[in-house]
């Protein structure tokens, strides 16, 4: 019975996840949507927490954990992001809306594919221990799902091809090579947690300025610091 406490776990991250999809396609709250990308985002730290708390590691938990990210990082900020996009659309003049434009918003189904292609990637890279190649799941789910509820205080957000723009650089980012920083803490003191801990500083101000509209801009501010680093490494091999 031990051993299944993380997979029942994972499976609320996956319910989370489907309720999302609900609440965005039948009810269009993407605000409430987006709150349970949090929430399956919890219990998917939770459920590898469980694991190796209780030491029972294993092969099922690890491909239900990777099936269910697909569903809750994957799907579910795809049709926050598809219902969002059909909403700008409709801003834009109607001399500029034909049916090419129309589908347009459908390009947002790269998502959920190209997450499920990293996911099954980063279970058989060995170079992802530590830090990752390409933009982890969760800090997509966090950038496009949450992008709606920035549109008050970014107005270009309401932009259907910046929106657009965004959809098909951060899926491509998903499969990139761009090394990326991870938050996984090995030990708490200053000296080698540096960058984690600047970024979750600037991480608690955006937070306390702008509340739930501050993830896009939080994960750009990821995205920029990984750059740094990568263009300095690169600096320093030279």
């Given amino acids: ?142 950038f496009l799902g949450f992008l709606p509820l920035s549109a008050d205080k970014l107005t270009f957000v309401n932009n259907f091809w910046i929106v657009l723009g965004f959809t098909l650089l951060f899926s491509i980012l998903l499969i990139s090579e761009l090394p990326m920083f991870s938050l996984k803490f090995k030990h708490f003191k200053w000296k080698g947690n540096q960058v984690r801990y600047i970024f979750i500083g600037i991480a608690v101000i955006l937070f306390a300025f702008f509340r739930l509209g501050s993830f896009p801009i939080i994960i750009l501010c990821y995205l920029l610091i990984s750059v740094t680093l990568y263009a300095l490494n690169k600096i320093q091999m030279l």
């Fill in 1 to 142: 019975m031990k051993k299944q406490i993380p997979n029942c776990i994972t499976c609320m991250n996956i319910i989370c996840g489907a309720i999302s999809i609900v609440l965005s396609l039948h009810y269009g709250n993407l605000k409430l949507a987006a709150m349970f990308i949090i929430f399956a985002a919890m219990f998917d730290f939770f459920d590898g927490f469980t694991a190796r708390l209780l030491k029972v590691q294993s092969p099922l938990g690890v491909d239900l954990d990777s099936l269910a990210d697909v569903f809750s990082f994957g799907g579910a900020p795809t049709m926050i992001i598809f219902v969002w996009l059909q909403h700008c659309l409709e801003n834009l003049p109607p001399a500029n809306i034909n049916g090419f434009v129309k589908v347009l918003p459908f390009l947002a189904f790269l998502i959920p594919a190209f997450s499920a292609y990293r996911l099954a990637k980063f279970n058989h890279d060995d170079r992802q221990h530590n830090d990752f190649l390409g933009l982890p799941t969760p800090a997509n789910a966090l």
